[in-house]
């Protein structure tokens, strides 16, 4: 209960280890839920799987759970019982009551095969009662085929098994005869028709051998082929209002199937299903393929959910990550958040000027204004956040300097500072969206003094795509070359407009750096 996972997967066959794989390759925490017990385990082989052709059903299955392992996903034997929606998801309980919780449900249950009540029947499901030539019939090629009617489509079933043996019987079992067209079709590829209900499966030594009808007579057979009723494995999606409908083929209804879409996205937003739960004549191939289908699309759903969650943050911290509030919850986070070193900028700058006025802009802990005042310079530092000047103060009397700089809590976007009264005002990482930055910037200017300079650092914004940063907003960054472009030739000296190398914390950053001296 502790862990949502992104995807739970219902059932453990093919389709449902597919799907599986396929998530957890897209590094999507999975876990699948089977019971152990897959449609096909009667079954001796799989075919017309590509690479894997002839591999028997549990061989296949063990090694699907090993990729599924093998890319971080998780297999866990139990019975899902029932789902429930809740705000983040999906509550599921298996039998026992343990419950897990998922973002999306990929359900692929799979189906069973309802077969005619005819005694000794059942005993051969899967060896020498089969029920699909594609799935057996080359084994089962060139035996003696009956082939039992079931249904409107038994008929063509009978001409599909022919392809398969020269000796093939169509049993009625006393449903209704086919129609004079069909009856032509039958005769023509010489298939005898065998009108008696049957009484029975005759067995000897464990092999199918004969059928006995109703009045004695008996026919020998080697192989029956059927049409069962196909009837998805519902019973955990109706507990998500999901209930089976008829599915057809060629105008005859097959049996009961969930419906979806082509993706397998069913009318359950957060629900998909993938395999003979929702295609009842799906073969091994066909369902894993499906279930990789409706994986890539869960996926898809998962990164949809997940940009418009991001985007909603990302506009959350750019309209409050300058606020005062949110500053004073960032430098209550801890005893320092600087380094309390100068900034490599200023420094590099600063140090050949002669002292005078200086405004600090964003002083934080103080590190700038205490560099310049033990310089000679008298300092106004000015921050958002009265933590940060708490510290600062603290930092200057440490240092003996604090009667040469004054702090100030402030918000220069609503208190400018005044024009022309200071020979050097520094402004390093002021990022803001670009018109408040603007407008800033355009008043920081302002208070520079004739013959005074003006200091503006940033990140530069080609450190983006070289690595990642906490503080993404393309929008904030700036190049020094945008900056000096703002400023009025007529009025303003550029001294310098550069991208500078500088060592931060994890290698080489680069800063944008205007210097710009105010004309006398």
Same mark, same amino acid.
């Given at each position: 209960?502790?862990?949502?996972?992104?995807?739970?997967?219902?059932?453990?066959?093919?389709?449902?280890?597919?799907?599986?794989?396929?998530?957890?390759?897209?590094?999507?925490?999975?876990?699948?839920?089977?019971?152990?017990?897959?449609?096909?385990?009667?079954?001796?082989?799989?075919?017309?799987?590509? /690479?894997?052709?002839?591999?028997?059903?549990?061989?296949?299955?063990?090694?699907?759970?090993?990729?599924?392992?093998?890319?971080?996903?998780?297999?866990?034997?139990?019975?899902?019982?029932?789902?429930?929606?809740?705000?983040?998801?999906?509550?599921?309980?298996?039998?026992?009551?343990?419950?897990?919780?998922?973002?999306?449900?990929?359900?692929?249950?799979?189906?069973?095969?309802?077969?005619?009540?005819?005694?000794?029947?059942?005993?051969?499901?899967?060896?020498?009662?089969?029920?699909?030539?594609?799935?057996?019939?080359?084994?089962?090629?060139?035996?003696?085929?009956?082939?039992?009617?079931?249904?409107?489509?038994?008929?063509?079933?009978?001409?599909?098994?022919?392809?398969?043996?020269?000796?093939?019987?169509?049993?009625?079992?006393?449903?209704?005869?086919?129609?004079?067209?069909?009856?032509?079709?039958?005769?023509?590829?010489?298939?005898?028709?065998?009108?008696?209900?049957?009484?029975?499966?005759?067995?000897?030594? /464990?092999?199918?051998?004969?059928?006995?009808?109703?009045?004695?007579?008996?026919?020998?057979?080697?192989?029956?082929?059927?049409?069962?009723?196909?009837?998805?494995?519902?019973?955990?999606?109706?507990?998500?209002?999901?209930?089976?409908?008829?599915?057809?083929?060629?105008?005859?209804?097959?049996?009961?199937?969930?419906?979806?879409?082509?993706?397998?996205?069913?009318?359950?937003?957060?629900?998909?299903?993938?395999?003979?739960?929702?295609?009842?004549?799906?073969?091994?191939?066909?369902?894993?393929?499906?279930?990789?289908?409706?994986?890539?699309?869960?996926?898809?759903?998962?990164?949809?959910?997940?940009?418009?969650?991001?985007?909603?943050?990302?506009?959350?911290?750019?309209?409050?990550?300058?606020?005062?509030?949110?500053?004073?919850?960032?430098?209550?986070?801890?005893?320092?958040?600087?380094?309390?070193?100068?900034?490599?900028?200023?420094?590099?700058?600063?140090?050949?000027?002669?002292?005078?006025?200086?405004?600090?802009?964003?002083?934080?802990?103080?590190?700038?204004?205490?560099?310049?005042?033990?310089?000679?310079?008298?300092?106004?530092?000015?921050?958002?956040?009265?933590?940060?000047?708490?510290?600062?103060?603290?930092?200057?009397?440490?240092?003996?300097?604090?009667?040469?700089?004054?702090?100030?809590?402030?918000?220069?976007?609503?208190?400018?500072?005044?024009?022309?009264?200071?020979?050097?005002?520094?402004?390093?990482?002021?990022?803001?969206?670009?018109?408040?930055?603007?407008?800033?910037?355009?008043?920081?200017?302002?208070?520079?003094?004739?013959?005074?300079?003006?200091?503006?650092?940033?990140?530069?914004?080609?450190?983006?795509?070289?690595?990642?940063?906490?503080?993404?907003?393309?929008?904030?960054?700036?190049?020094?070359?945008?900056?000096?472009?703002?400023?009025?030739?007529?009025?303003?000296?550029?001294?310098?407009?550069?991208?500078?190398?500088?060592?931060?914390?994890?290698?080489?950053?680069?800063?944008?750096?205007?210097?710009?001296?105010?004309?006398?």
């Amino acid at each position: 209960m502790e862990q949502t996972y992104d995807v739970v997967v219902i059932g453990g066959g093919a389709a449902g280890l597919s799907g599986a794989v396929t998530l957890a390759r897209s590094r999507r925490s999975v876990l699948v839920i089977d019971r152990g017990d897959p449609r096909n385990a009667p079954a001796g082989h799989v075919h017309n799987l590509l /690479g894997r052709e002839g591999v028997a059903p549990a061989e296949l299955y063990k090694a699907g759970r090993a990729e599924v392992a093998e890319y971080g996903g998780e297999v866990r034997e139990g019975t899902a019982e029932r789902a429930e929606r809740t705000g983040d998801g999906f509550l599921v309980t298996l039998a026992g009551g343990e419950q897990v919780r998922a973002r999306r449900l990929l359900v692929t249950t799979g189906l069973v095969d309802e077969l005619p009540d005819i005694p000794g029947l059942a005993e051969h499901w899967g060896d020498q009662v089969a029920h699909c030539p594609y799935c057996h019939g080359w084994e089962l090629r060139d035996r003696r085929i009956g082939v039992l009617a079931t249904g409107p489509l038994s008929v063509h079933h009978a001409q599909l098994w022919r392809q398969l043996s020269n000796d093939v019987v169509f049993l009625l079992n006393g449903g209704p005869a086919p129609a004079p067209e069909q009856a032509e079709q039958l005769a023509a590829r010489r298939i005898p028709v065998v009108r008696e209900p049957i009484e029975e499966v005759l067995t000897e030594d /464990g092999r199918l051998t004969a059928v006995r009808l109703d009045g004695g007579r008996v026919v020998d057979l080697e192989v029956i082929a059927v049409g069962p009723r196909f009837v998805a494995r519902s019973e955990f999606l109706r507990s998500l209002g999901l209930e089976p409908a008829p599915m057809e083929m060629n105008g005859h209804v097959m049996g009961l199937r969930i419906p979806a879409e082509e993706t397998g996205a069913t009318a359950v937003p957060g629900v998909w299903v993938a395999g003979n739960v929702t295609n009842l004549g799906a073969t091994v191939a066909v369902a894993a393929a499906a279930a990789q289908t409706a994986a890539a699309m869960i996926n898809t759903d998962l990164i949809a959910e997940e940009v418009r969650d991001a985007v909603a943050g990302h506009r959350r911290q750019q309209e409050t990550m300058f606020e005062a509030d949110a500053w004073e919850e960032r430098y209550r986070s801890s005893d320092a958040i600087w380094s309390g070193e100068p900034n490599v900028q200023l420094v590099a700058e600063a140090a050949g000027l002669p002292a005078g006025r200086a405004l600090d802009v964003g002083c934080g802990e103080g590190a700038d204004a205490v560099w310049l005042a033990a310089r000679g310079w008298e300092v106004t530092g000015v921050d958002i956040s009265a933590v940060a000047l708490e510290r600062a103060a603290g930092h200057a009397k440490a240092a003996g300097l604090a009667d040469r700089i004054t702090f100030t809590q402030a918000d220069l976007r609503e208190q400018p500072p005044r024009e022309r009264e200071y020979d050097l005002v520094s402004a390093h990482f002021m990022h803001l969206p670009a018109d408040a930055r603007r407008e800033l910037y355009a008043r920081l200017a302002g208070a520079v003094r004739p013959g005074g300079t003006l200091l503006l650092v940033g990140h530069h914004p080609d450190d983006l795509a070289t690595a990642p940063r906490p503080m993404h907003f393309p929008d904030m960054m700036f190049t020094a070359a945008e900056l000096a472009a703002e400023l009025d030739p007529a009025g303003w000296e550029v001294r310098a407009a550069e991208k500078r190398p500088r060592e931060g914390r994890d290698g080489i950053v680069h800063d944008a750096v205007l210097v710009a001296r105010r004309r006398g």
